[in-house]
């Protein structure tokens, strides 16, 4: 949580509206990741996005979810016509590179998306 | 306080104990582990990690013990404060990169002052 910033905190959306997620990665940072965090359970990777490029999206379902991380602007996740299984938190971290580097993630606070 | 595996999920201890958090992961190929912490209503915050080649690393207060053996990771934090008091979960990655971490369910850790 060094520096990710996440917004919005709390969003609400009713069934079949559209969320946007923005996440600011910490500055001079080119790589972003999303996670998804259902109740109860740990993290689980949605996404990987270099600036306007997508490198895995292994882990975004196929229909409704979007990512994007533009050359200027935070990375958007955007999910269509939500549905109450929708609901979850969402983190994001980032990176100044990934490869043969290891070193931990550290993530923003989240967003929290309750689909009513 | 000592948990056993996933079966657990909740462990409370008296503030001043020492605490012992269990993780078993499955996938073999795993050659990079850390451990989180989370609070209520905040993102994960990094604790501390460990590469395959060691057995045992430390930290503040934290040490990390991988049995490579048996597939299990353990965290341990001495002198248990209240402010430890969180979700902590265990993480895998395989591969060479950090970013596709694998979460296991988390232990809900509870400190009685």
């Known amino acids: 949580n060094a520096g990710v910033m996440q917004n919005p905190r709390h969003l609400v959306r009713r069934r079949g509206q559209e969320a946007r997620l923005r996440c600011s990665p910490v500055?001079?940072?080119?790589?972003v990741y999303w996670y998804r965090q259902l109740p109860e359970e740990g993290l689980k990777f949605m996404v990987y996005l270099q600036k306007e490029n997508i490198i895995d999206e292994s882990g975004m379902p196929k229909e409704r979810f979007s990512a994007e991380f533009p050359k200027e602007g935070p990375s958007i996740l955007r999910i269509q016509q939500v549905v109450r299984g929708d609901s979850a938190a969402y983190f994001c971290?980032?990176?100044?590179?990934?490869?043969?580097?290891?070193?931990?993630?550290?993530f923003g606070n989240g967003t929290r998306l309750t689909v009513t | 306080g000592e948990n056993v595996g996933l079966h657990l999920p909740t462990l409370s201890v008296q503030e001043g104990d020492n605490s012992i958090i269990n993780c078993a992961y499955s996938n073999s190929a795993s050659d990079y582990f850390i451990w989180y912490k989370q609070e209520s209503g905040k993102g994960p915050q990094f604790i501390i990690d460990?590469?395959?080649?060691?057995d045992k690393r430390q930290g503040q207060r934290v040490t990390v013990l991988l049995n490579k053996t048996v597939k299990h990771l353990s965290l341990q934090i001495a002198a248990t404060q209240p402010g430890d008091s969180a979700v902590y979960f265990c993480?895998?990655?395989?591969?060479?990169?950090?970013?596709?971490?694998?979460f296991g369910k988390g232990t809900l850790l509870t400190v009685n002052p």
């Open positions: 971290a980032s990176s100044p590179a990934t490869g043969q580097g290891r070193s931990p993630l550290h």
């Open positions: 460990i590469r395959s080649n060691m």
């Open positions: 500055k001079g940072h080119s790589h």
């Open positions: 993480a895998e990655n395989s591969g060479g990169s950090n970013y596709k971490l694998t």
